[in-house]
């Protein structure tokens, strides 16, 4: 099928969004690292500008990739990439209710790896569209 303007439109935009995603986890993962005192300010201004505004574009445009070219879901790997997206969407929004409503320093631990999950799953999504 050829692609149109606008499915290529989408397709970029995916990437950018995906990529800016995964640059805002990796951001959060080496804060952690380092001992900050206004860690909870880095971390919740990163999920909020970037992390969050990504999560819900990302799968968006892939959805909107898939009503402009519906012959990907004849392929296993569409469905793999997405329910590791859904899953990937739900675990940022967990990850945004564990820093914005309870207390940051309690949740420390699993805020850090839950964020490592999220990346782990985007690596996965990224590894299936390279290698199908």
């Known amino acids: 099928m050829v692609q149109s303007s606008f499915y290529n439109i989408l397709n970029a935009a995916h990437i950018i969004f995906m990529v800016s995603w995964i ?10 690292k380092k001992k900050n005192s206004n860690l909870e300010f880095k971390v919740k201004k990163c999920l909020n500008k970037m992390a969050m505004p990504s999560s819900f574009i990302v799968p968006l445009t892939g959805f909107l990739m898939i009503i402009e070219d519906p012959s990907e879901m004849k392929n296993l790997y569409f469905y793999a990439k997405f329910t ?15 820093v914005e409503f309870d207390i940051f320093d309690k949740n420390k631990i699993k ?22």
């Open 84 to 98: 590791l997206a859904v899953f990937g969407f739900l675990a940022m929004l967990q990850l945004r209710s564990w």
């Open 23 to 32: 640059i805002c986890l990796v951001y959060i993962f080496y804060s952690f």
């Open 111 to 132: 805020i850090r790896r839950l964020n490592l999950l999220i990346l782990i799953n985007l690596f996965l999504i990224n590894l299936i569209v390279y290698y199908k």
